[in-house]
């Protein structure tokens, strides 16, 4: 059975993503949402405790880890979803040869280049590869 903050995130999160409810798994007192991207890029959505975590290709991020507020959590991790899922937001994933360095999402590719000397420094040994729910 989901804890009290698990189902009622989840509420929030469906209200606003119903076309997600197929892909919810409910383990204990947490769940699970997982699937592919359209483009490939495997995209998760949990909770647990008083957090969600959303994770798309190599990011995630969490919601409501420091206050967890069901509604707020469920609204933002939903907001967040909508943005990648429309492409409003992509990811910017560095990599240095094969090897994983960093990522964050990014509204554009221009976004994620390296502004200062010392970024375009850091990075010179390093490629860019952005990574969109539809590609």
């Known amino acids: 059975m989901l804890s009290s903050y698990s189902s009622q ?3 929030f999160l469906l209200e606003i993503l119903p076309d997600l409810r197929p892909f919810v798994t409910e383990q204990e007192d947490c769940f699970e949402i997982k699937m592919i991207s359209p483009s490939g890029w495997e995209f998760w959505v949990s909770s647990a405790e008083n957090e969600i975590t959303v994770g798309f290709a190599e990011y995630h991020t969490h919601f409501g880890w420091h206050e ?8 933002d ?3 967040f979803i909508r943005s990648l ?3 409003q937001l992509m990811l910017a994933v560095w990599y240095q040869g094969d090897k994983y360095v960093s990522s964050w999402p990014v509204e554009s590719i221009q976004e994620a280049q390296p502004k200062t000397w010392f970024q375009r420094w850091w990075r010179k040994n390093q490629r ?3 990574k969109k729910w539809i590609e």
């Open 128 to 130: 860019l590869q952005t």
């Open 85 to 87: 899922r429309t492409g």
């Open 68 to 75: 967890g507020d069901p509604s707020d959590d469920g609204t």
């Open 9 to 11: 995130s989840l509420d």
């Open 77 to 79: 991790a939903a907001g």
